[in-house]
T-cell receptor
């Protein structure tokens, strides 16, 4: 079974631009979660989608948004990029039916904002 | 809100020595508990999870963790460290009924000396 894939793996953007990151979950998984990882703040939950609906949301500004398609693939978008948005963005997929469901993580997208 | 505290951002042990990584959670109601490992430039991999079926949980790669409700702790141990265990370890909690939303500790970087 193929794992979680994220594209692109690396991205360099300029302040003020916007960016879209993509995540393809494991086949059969209906939940996709997104996390931001930085040296200072660690791993922080952005949002979770289940069956094309945002089910949970972390404490991030509205510049961070996401969506999920009918095939469970998900995208997240960051508008008006700031230097502080430089981070590793991880997505994870799971069955999504219980808090005990294992989340399988992708390798991440390393975003650098200059 | 739930929080997770990992004592010690860096732990160094000799090969063959005991590994002990500490994790405390904040809730009075035991949440779901997990330990993840992250190798450089990779996503996170689940080591083990607490399911309330047993207080001593065995995971992959020889790791285990003991749930102690009275101490609100879920410390990770391995009897004998191997060089390949060098990585960053994250303790995480998921609240009852909150699928897809993991709250992570700040992580502990484990170094293994030959």
């Amino acid at each position: 079974k193929a794992g979680v894939t994220q594209t692109p793996r690396y991205l360099i953007k300029t302040r003020g631009q916007q960016v879209t990151l993509s995540c393809s979950p494991i086949s059969g998984h209906r939940s996709v979660s997104w996390y931001q990882q930085t040296p200072g703040q660690g791993l922080q939950f952005l949002f979770e989608y289940f069956s094309e609906t945002q089910r949970n949301k972390g404490n991030f500004p509205g510049r961070f948004s996401g969506r999920q398609f009918s095939n469970s693939r998900s995208e997240m978008n960051v508008s008006t990029l700031e230097l502080g948005d430089s981070a590793l963005y991880l997505c994870a997929s799971s069955q999504g039916t219980s808090g005990l469901d294992e989340q399988y993580f992708g390798p991440g997208t390393r975003l650098t904002v200059t | 809100a739930q929080s997770v505290t990992q004592l010690g951002s860096h732990v160094s042990v000799s090969e063959g020595a005991l590994v002990l990584l500490r994790c405390n959670y904040s809730s009075s109601v035991p949440p779901y508990l997990f330990w993840y490992v992250q190798y450089p430039n990779q996503g996170l991999q689940l080591l083990l999870k607490y399911t309330s079926a047993a207080t001593l949980v065995k995971g992959i790669n020889g790791f285990e963790a003991e749930f102690k409700k009275s101490e609100t702790s879920f410390h990770l141990t391995k009897p004998s460290a191997h060089m390949s265990d060098a990585a960053e370890y994250f303790c995480a909690v998921s609240e009852w009924g909150s699928q897809g939303n993991l709250i992570f500790g700040k992580g502990t970087k484990l170094s293994v000396k030959p």
